[in-house]
């Protein structure tokens, strides 16, 4: 069990001689050698031990926490990266025009190229589910993108073609849940709630790399400087949007393995909708599905890697073309 998902409101995690304990009201719910152990992922209203902080601090156990929605709030950190001339030369780079729209626009072909291979391969296995239009339109928009000549420009550019893969994304889901378009803060719906969450996982463990390899996650090219936004994770994730989390969402739906009444609703008094939430069994379900994917295999140059090390790859990559200003190179989905 490398990752650990602590899902029940009112538990606590716990250290317990060369085990780690998770119990609720003197029941224990779960325990587990402590080696196996590699992430922990806390959601909602669960305590951690004096003990238990100790114990994951000391082994560079990484520790994410979020609220009951799933949006990423924070994590348990050690401490700072001794790497301060890596640091410098990522600010350096960041007051380079040049070096920041090169990097945008990389990153914004890929997520549109990644994004339009997704909805290629299902026409291709769906031939009934009409993707022309759509397809056509995310390839003219990705001939746009080397025009842009302000990262602005290519924001503008990232929105337009995110509304018109997710109208094709629509057509892909082929059971009875209801998606109109993209929402966030709250989800809208069941499908917009799963793709939330599992963009909050991704960010969190991209995060977690940035960090580790000695680079500012607050400190992008694509995403501007804001607040507590991580930037550069945010950056760094657009590639695989589409192919880790947008394909688990259609596999959870297509598949039958989530279903409507599998999601709570609370509304206001006039029937907005205020949370789309998954039930606590659902929640396994996705999580089971997550760890699936992000530990699938794929083929790379250099040998096979799971999802979940492509991240490190791929910070390694970035890492290099800030040091030594050469081509970032994104993972392009074959």
Same mark, same amino acid.
């Given at each position: 069990?490398?990752?650990?998902?602590?899902?029940?409101?009112?538990?606590?995690?716990?250290?317990?001689?060369?085990?780690?304990?998770?119990?609720?009201?003197?029941?224990?719910?779960?325990?587990?050698?402590?080696?196996?152990?590699?992430?922990?992922?806390?959601?909602?209203?669960?305590?951690?031990?004096?003990?238990?902080?100790?114990?994951?601090?000391?082994?560079?156990?990484?520790?994410?926490?979020?609220?009951?929605?799933?949006?990423?709030?924070?994590?348990?950190?050690?401490?700072?990266?001794?790497?301060?001339?890596?640091?410098?030369?990522?600010?350096?780079?960041?007051?380079?025009?040049?070096?920041?729209?090169?990097?945008?626009?990389?990153?914004?072909?890929?997520?549109?190229?990644?994004?339009?291979?997704?909805?290629?391969?299902?026409?291709?296995?769906?031939?009934?589910?009409?993707?022309?239009?759509?397809?056509?339109?995310?390839?003219?928009?990705?001939?746009?993108?080397?025009?842009?000549?302000?990262?602005?420009?290519?924001?503008?550019?990232?929105?337009?073609?995110?509304?018109?893969?997710?109208?094709?994304?629509?057509?892909?889901?082929?059971?009875?849940?209801?998606?109109?378009?993209?929402?966030?803060?709250?989800?809208?719906?069941?499908?917009? %709630?799963?793709? &939330? =969450?599992?963009?909050? !996982? #991704?960010l969190s463990e991209?995060?977690?790399?940035?960090?580790? /390899?000695? +680079? $500012?996650?607050?400190?992008?090219?694509?995403?501007?400087?804001?607040? %507590?936004?991580? &930037? =550069?994770?945010?950056? !760094? #994730?657009?590639?695989?949007?589409?192919?880790?989390?947008?394909? /688990?969402? +259609? $596999?959870?739906?297509?598949?039958?393995?989530?279903?409507?009444?599998?999601?709570?609703?609370?509304?206001?008094?006039?029937?907005?909708?205020?949370?789309?939430?998954?039930?606590?069994?659902?929640k396994r379900v996705?999580?089971?599905?997550?760890?699936?994917?992000?530990?699938?295999?794929?083929?790379?140059?250099?040998?096979?890697?799971?999802?979940?090390?492509?991240?490190?790859?791929?910070?390694?990559?970035?890492?290099?073309?800030?040091?030594?200003?050469?081509?970032?190179?994104p993972f392009i989905?074959?």
């Open positions: 069990m490398p990752t650990l998902y602590l899902l029940e409101q009112g538990s606590k995690l716990s250290k317990t001689s060369r085990r780690v304990v998770v119990e609720k009201e003197r029941q224990i719910l779960l325990e587990i050698p402590e080696f196996k152990v590699e992430r922990v992922f806390v959601f909602g209203n669960v305590q951690i031990t004096t003990q238990a902080l100790k114990f994951l601090l000391q082994n560079n156990i990484d520790v994410s926490f979020f609220n009951l929605r799933g949006r990423f709030i924070g994590k348990l950190i050690p401490f700072e990266s001794k790497n301060v001339y890596l640091r410098i030369a990522q600010y350096e780079k960041f007051k380079d025009e040049e070096f920041k729209l090169k990097i945008a626009k990389l990153i914004v072909k890929t997520k549109i190229k990644n994004s339009r291979t997704l909805l290629q391969k299902f026409y291709h296995n769906h031939p009934e589910t009409n993707l022309e239009e759509e397809i056509k339109r995310l390839d003219e928009i990705y001939q746009e993108v080397e025009r842009k000549t302000k990262i602005s420009s290519l924001l503008g550019l990232e929105g337009v073609s995110s509304k018109i893969y997710f109208s094709g994304f629509s057509k892909c889901l082929r059971k009875n849940f209801s998606f109109k378009e993209r929402t966030r803060h709250p989800p809208q719906d069941p499908v917009n %709630s799963l793709l &939330s =969450l599992g963009y909050s !996982l #991704i991209m995060f977690s790399v940035i960090f580790a /390899l000695g +680079l $500012d996650p607050y400190v992008g090219f694509l995403h501007s400087l804001e607040y %507590s936004r991580p &930037s =550069l994770a945010l950056d !760094l #994730i657009e590639e695989f949007r589409s192919v880790i989390v947008d394909r /688990l969402v +259609l $596999d959870l739906i297509n598949k039958e393995m989530l279903k409507e009444e599998d999601f709570e609703y609370e509304n206001s008094e006039d029937g907005k909708v205020l949370k789309v939430l998954l039930n606590q069994e659902a996705f999580f089971s599905q997550y760890e699936k994917r992000m530990n699938a295999k794929i083929t790379l140059s250099s040998g096979e890697v799971s999802y979940r090390r492509l991240f490190d790859v791929q910070t390694r990559i970035m890492i290099s073309a800030i040091k030594e200003n050469s081509e970032y190179i989905l074959r």
